[in-house]
């Protein structure tokens, strides 16, 4: 089935069930929002027409709720331009790139969220905005509360001079939403745990989560959370018994298998990083909490046994060696002469942790009673390796707002560069 769009109960679903690679676009003309996909031809559904095979119209005015862009199982690009979905709201799941042209408007005061994407980028001098206003989002008073705003993938762009604006003017009665920009690419298993089994790749696993908000940009709402992670984690519901438990059946299944077939050497690199970077001349005003987060996680455990034994006549190893490597980096990075004002506490805050374990063994004449040769050597040997850093960096000339920090400690450094290595 082709990508198709219709509208249900006022609400506008375009959906992807194919794993097809779409291109799709969404403006508008006039007074109907159009659908263009540069790739694939796209079916007209339910109050919607067909302009053209790769093309489909359909009125502002029958969508009162907005849009929902559904991605399938292909490589998908989604490009959203000026749009103006009055109440309603713009929600986007499962689409590989998400993008907002260039000096675009796209307002939608029921919210704007985007989730289950590689990457979302809102082009320079795009406004992204919540507020129910009758005017320019920038200026203008709020007639009803803002609805929320949030961003999340494992990369994040928000280029320079571009607005996400969730606020309401000051002294207003109505209520503002919240900024949420996450950035996250965790994997959260216990299956690197038997990573000695079969893991033979000498390349390193890299995760990266990152949030840049570029010079000149400026983020509005309630609550502002910038938190970006990146990382290898044990789900929390396993036990410290159960995880013994892995452990310990990992180790005797490869050392069984070395009565047959040799694993005298493997390797194990993780490499995490996380950033969150406010450029200069920035601008985050909170009429809440502001949280700028960088977390970052690097596991990288391997075990390996050589045998001794014979297969089809050729001796086995009795040498054995692994490498482990993990290395972890999280920086929170506020640029110079960046703006951070709320009316809450303000949080700028950097974690990484780091952990590489290797466990090398040689098991020499396995299944006989006694050693055939009690002259013969076996060698082990096991390296692992750390590097971590964390660290928060807020520019020299940053603009102090009434609660820039939450500890009288913070408010007397204000001015001073301040770096932390872990």
């Known amino acids: 089935m082709l990508t198709g769009a219709s509208v249900e109960n006022g609400l506008l679903v375009v959906s992807d069930p ?3 690679d779409d291109r799709l676009t969404l403006t508008t003309s006039g007074s109907s929002l159009v659908i263009t996909d540069a790739t694939n031809a796209l079916t007209a559904g339910t109050g919607t027409t067909q302009a053209a095979p790769r093309s489909i119209t359909v009125a502002l005015s029958s969508i009162p709720l907005g849009v929902e862009v559904r991605g399938g199982g292909g490589d998908d690009e989604l490009l959203l331009q000026s749009i103006d979905f009055a109440g309603g709201k713009v929600e986007v799941r499962s689409v590989a790139r998400v993008s907002f042209a260039a000096n675009s408007l796209v307002e939608a005061v029921a919210g704007i969220d985007i989730e289950g994407t590689e990457s ?12 129910d206003v009758a005017g320019t989002p920038t200026t203008t008073n709020s ?10 993938a494992p990369s994040i762009t928000v280029a320079a001079n571009s607005e996400l604006l969730a606020h309401v003017n000051p002294g207003s009665s109505h209520q503002p ?40 940009a400026v983020i509005r709402g309630a609550d502002v959370r910038l938190q970006a992670e990146s990382g290898d984690f044990i789900p929390d519901s396993l036990s410290a018994s159960e995880l013994t438990l ?3 059946l990992s180790v005797p299944a490869l050392g069984y298998a070395t009565k047959e077939i040799a694993v005298p050497a493997l390797t194990a690199m993780k490499n995490s ?17 502001v949280v700028i987060d960088a977390r970052a996680n690097a596991t990288a455990k391997m075990t390996v046994v050589s045998g001794a034994g014979v297969l089809g006549g050729t001796p086995l190893s009795i040498f054995s060696i692994v490498y482990t490597r993990a290395d972890a980096s999280a920086q929170s990075i506020v640029g110079d002469h960046a703006s951070i004002v709320a009316t809450g506490t303000v949080n700028v805050l950097s974690h990484s942790e780091a952990e590489a ?15 055939r040769n009690k002259d013969d050597l076996a060698l082990s040997a096991a390296i692992s390796d750390v590097n971590n ?11 102090r707002g009434p609660h820039l920090c939450p500890r009288d400690r913070c408010q007397q450094e204000l001015g001073q560069r301040r770096k932390r290595n872990l």
């Open 18 to 20: 194919a794993a097809t």
């Open 120 to 131: 979302i980028a809102v082009g320079a001098g795009a406004v992204l905005s919540t507020r």
């Open 143 to 152: 007639r009803g509360d803002s609805g929320a705003l949030s961003l999340a």
């Open 177 to 216: 939403g919240p900024v949420s920009l996450v950035a996250e690419n965790v994997v959260t298993s216990a299956e690197f745990l038997l990573q000695g089994v079969a893991q033979v790749d000498p390349r390193a696993v890299e995760r990266t989560a990152t949030i840049s908000v570029g010079q000149g």
């Open 246 to 248: 892995i452990e310990n």
């Open 273 to 289: 990083a996380a950033q969150v970077l406010v450029g200069d001349g920035a601008q985050i005003a909170s009429s809440g909490d």
């Open 357 to 371: 374990s290797s466990t090398s063994r040689t098991t020499k004449n396995v299944g006989n009673a006694r050693p």
């Open 389 to 399: 850093t964390s660290y928060a960096t807020v520019g020299d000339r940053l603009g």
